[in-house]
């Protein structure tokens, strides 16, 4: 099962979101990415943890009342969205498209 899971700060205008890639979806993959305008589309800024399970995990602070669009890269070539996205849409790209997740 794939997941984002939000943790709103009372404190600052700020949310912890917590990305998964589930071992299915990982694949044996050695490393996977999460790639989105958070890091300026950076395929290498933000590492995920890879899990005991073969899954991947990475815990962001993203600043609330915005949305952001991202996908995963796994490995060295494969994209995926995340289908627990609040949203997706349409990119650049013929027939590709992006997750959004709306803070």
Known sequence: MMGIRKQFLKSKPVCKVTFNIPETIGNGAAQAFLV???????????????????????????????????????????????PDADASCPTPYEGSRNSVIQL
């Open 36 to 82: 989105g305008e958070f890091n300026a589309w950076s395929t290498s800024a933000t590492p995920m943890k890879k899990m005991k399970n073969g899954g991947f995990k990475v815990t962001l602070d993203l600043e609330t009342g915005r949305t952001y669009q991202f996908r995963y890269l796994i490995g060295e070539s494969h994209w995926e969205n995340d």
